[in-house]
């Protein structure tokens, strides 16, 4: 099978790849989801009428004519505070009030605290109130039944505070992808191993990490020998779980000992495509299994793996919850291409906000090692074709589901 451009692989993934279901969940845990319907106010914001700020509420009415040389004097006749309102002893009058607090009948305005001057048992009015002057109308933010957010939204803080002032309890949500982390190797161990020849698993984490830092619960399974059965019985395990997408490394370019297409063939899968014109990452692979579930085989170089996790499986959950794919930002930097200056360069950096903003590339751009990593911040993507330099392009190492 040929290997395909880039941008073409990332459309292949982005046509494979089905909308997630939508669940309910409760506001208090919808951080870092996707609304999946719109939603609406269930309460006006403010639920009431109440004062802006502490001071006294009057009837505006009552000061038109106050001024330094003829203040207006009022009775202080009750006062209302946050979660009650006033019971007023007579009326009209002032009444005490709190930031927050209820505005009663008959009064209309509310004068700040330090504005007015307070005389035993009144307060002296020294210049005129306007009518609702520092009063919060109900409704005023939101009314019950408006639109207050979207289909696609993130959900961050601040939409949970938002969302819980306009008395919503809970969130249509796009399910987020159930995804199994599976690395393949005879030589791999996790943390501690044992023999002389024995390579430490570093894919397992480092991808499992980026989902979870992505929003996502991924499961990490042990690590799969090179032998096709072994994997086949590997994956099978794997999609006893039903996930939604499976994410394996190593076992895929063309050694005798890299079993994964042999696998995902002997599993009946489709291979979408096997391949990429990129460098890090060439060898990907991408497919979708009988039952629907997604399967990306990422190279065993861990920076290729980081590559094609950051970009490809990015981009399938990406899909997967309905958002659009990610744009990047524009930078101008004088780096080499490909080897034959055809396909895409993704090489390692770091991007300085500035000012002015500027991005430096890793001296050591090899697909092996990842002491680099520790000092970077971000990917650059630089496509080169038959119609020449599209330019690079700069994305944050931290994949995100917000807006853009």
Known sequence: MNRID????????????????IEP?????????????????????????????????VVAGEAINASLESPVRLDVVGESRAGAAASLASAPGACAISTGAPIIPPFDAVVAKERVVRD?????????????RNIRRRGEDARQGDLVAVRGKLVTPEVIGALCCFGVP???????????????????RRARGEGEYFVHDSNGPMIAAMMRQAGLGPQLVTPAPDDRGALVTSIEQALAAAPDLIVSTGGISVGDHDQVPAALQALGATIHFRGVAMRPGKPVLFASLPNGCLYFGLPGNPVAAAVGARFFVIAAIRAMLGLQRERGWTVAIDAPGGPDNVGT?????????GPPP??????DQRSHTMRPLLDCNSWVVRSIGPDGDAGWTCFAMTPSFAEG
């Open 345 to 353: 360069r993704i090489l390692k950096a770091r991007w300085h906000p």
């Open 120 to 132: 035993g048992p009144a307060i002296l009015l020294t210049e005129p109130v306007g009518l609702g």
């Open 6 to 21: 880039f941008p073409a692989a990332l459309t292949c993934i982005e046509t494979v790849a089905l909308r997630m279901p």
């Open 358 to 363: 500027a991005v430096t590339l890793a001296a």
């Open 25 to 57: 969940v409760a506001i208090d845990a919808a951080l870092g989801r996707i609304i999946g319907a719109d939603v609406v106010a269930q309460a006006d914001y403010p639920r009431f009428d109440c004062s802006a700020m502490d001071g006294y509420a």
């Open 170 to 188: 809970e969130i249509d949500a796009i399910r987020l992808p159930r995804v199994v982390v599976l690395t393949t190797g005879d030589e791999l």
